[in-house]
């Protein structure tokens, strides 16, 4: 609006110096000129000045667009990481509840094989108080039954099968009886038929 106005104004003044020119007045043609000559510097002026602060403006606007565009990546870089947080956060109360979990199995197995472990110290104990009593019992017995029938026996032979050696007076015997396949009664027959009636 302000240029439109400037320019109106040059028109009259181009008008006014030709009607100067044609009356010859040289004085007012003079000042005309010299009054032509001063706006037309103060309108330079204005277009330098005009010019560079539209530039500074121009500068200005990409720099704060530049900056609005540098903060704004810098926002979604926080949401990222604020996202990735979150989600390990997530992740951590999971472990953390499965951990407890486990933590709580683990200590019902802890209980369970603590009270086993007690249970077995009293089996044990009773065994022990039972084994001071009944081996040297069962020893003796031993002993006594091969004094009597001089056979002495092999403990890890197969089930059903009776393994051992007859000492005699003049002949070690082996002894194996298939239980399974004969009565006790002829089992029993055969094993006295090793002792010696000779006392």
């Not at 400037?6 to 009054?35: C, H, N, P, V, W």
């Not at 706006?39 to 500074?56: G, N």
């Not at 903060?71 to 407890?100: G, N, V, Y």
Request: proline share 2%; net charge negative; glycine share 4%.
């Amino acid at each position: 609006m302000a240029k439109a106005q400037k320019f109106q104004d040059l028109e009259e003044m181009g008008e006014t110096l030709l009607e100067y020119i044609s009356s010859s007045q040289a004085d007012r043609l003079k000042r005309l000129k010299a009054g032509h000559q001063s706006l037309f510097d103060q309108h330079v002026d204005t277009k330098r000045i005009v010019t560079q602060i539209l530039k500074e403006e121009a500068q200005i606007e990409e720099s704060v667009s530049q900056r609005l565009l540098d903060m704004e990546e810098e926002k979604q870089q926080r949401d990222r990481e604020l996202d990735s947080l979150e989600e390990q956060l997530r992740q951590c109360i999971a472990k953390s509840q499965i951990t407890d979990s486990e933590l709580q199995f683990l200590k019902g197995e802890l209980e369970s094989v603590r009270n086993t472990e007690h249970q077995l110290e009293s089996l044990q104990s009773e065994v022990d108080e039972d084994t001071t009593e009944v081996i040297p019992s069962a020893v003796y017995v031993a002993q006594v039954y091969y004094l009597i029938t001089k056979i002495k026996w092999e403990y890890d032979a197969p089930p059903n099968t009776l393994k051992g050696v007859h000492y005699g007076a003049d002949l070690a015997t082996p002894i194996n009886i298939d239980t399974s396949a004969q009565s006790r009664s002829n089992v029993s027959d055969r094993l006295w038929g090793f002792v010696s009636t000779k006392w």
